[in-house]
């Protein structure tokens, strides 16, 4: 009764995250209430009454395991150093979604897929939490290599160019290139966009890719991986003598013992 009373009237007028606390408080509150009516009006017995809770406490002690107990502990920080908060839109882990609800126990998310996550309050405090916020843009990026004989600024451009024909990257905050890292045969790039859905990152990086392997084809540039062909000890022609001097081998030898 008192968890519908906060839903419907008192969570419309104060952020969620307060009402929740409250919700608890105030159950706690109630129970206090009835045993002091319990003891005063009703003239039971403290010491009767102190038993029987003497008893349940540790009745539910013994049942409650320590990841029951963690998970409570874990609720309470979640509530009062407030990470995140309701209508949020998190990653915990491999959940992307809307935070529906945070208890003691569990915080609910709602997926991208529309499906009901519960996910314990001890694993969240455990996992690498990402807040997109509610409204906020969210920045991914794509990373690729290119051949240093290749024009790094040419490079850039085109890959600048993909970035507008994608559905989904927002044209402010515009997108840009950095080079990530220096590799001994390859420089890698990394074209950092953003996205005002980020229920959508998994097909838009997907986009991404694909169109930046167009470029590739289009453009000229190289797929191979340059350090994985300069390690290799032969070139491919000579690979390619190696076996044509096999295959002739064979063919005198065979017509030798015919």
């Not at 990841?67 to 009062?80: E, H």
């Not at 559905?167 to 790039?189: N, W």
């Not at 022609?237 to 064979?250: A, F, M, P, T």
Request: aromatic content about 8%; charged content about 25%.
């Amino acid at each position: 009764m008192l968890d519908r009373l906060w839903s419907r009237r008192i969570r419309e007028k104060i952020p969620s995250q307060i009402a929740n606390i409250l919700s608890i408080l105030s159950t706690i509150s109630a129970v206090t209430v009835f045993l002091v009516l319990s003891t005063t009006i009703w003239r039971v017995e403290s010491s009767w009454l102190l038993g029987i809770l003497g008893l349940s406490a540790g009745t539910i002690i013994g049942f409650a395991s320590s990841d029951t107990i963690g998970n409570a502990i874990a609720g309470f920080i979640i509530l009062f150093s407030r990470p995140f908060v309701i209508e949020d839109r998190i990653r915990i882990g491999e959940y992307i979604g809307d935070v529906e609800k945070i208890t003691l126990i569990f915080t609910t998310l709602i997926t991208t897929n529309l499906e009901e996550v519960n996910i314990p309050n001890r694993q969240i405090l455990n996992s690498e939490i990402v807040n997109y916020g509610t409204t906020g843009p969210v920045r991914i990026s794509v990373s690729c290599a290119v051949d240093y004989a290749r024009d790094i600024e040419e490079f850039k451009k085109h890959l600048l160019d993909v970035s507008t024909t994608v559905a989904g990257v927002a044209r402010v905050p515009k997108s840009f290139v950095r080079v990530t890292d220096l590799g001994k045969y390859a420089a890698e790039l990394s074209l950092f966009v953003f996205t005002f859905n980020p229920s959508g990152i998994p097909q838009l990086k997907a986009d991404l890719k694909e169109r930046i392997w167009k470029m590739y084809k289009d453009k000229g540039f190289s797929l191979t991986t340059p350090s994985l062909i300069k390690s290799v000890p032969v070139s491919i022609s000579e690979v390619n003598h190696i076996q044509e001097d096999k295959v002739k081998k064979l063919t005198d030898e065979r017509q030798i013992e015919e």
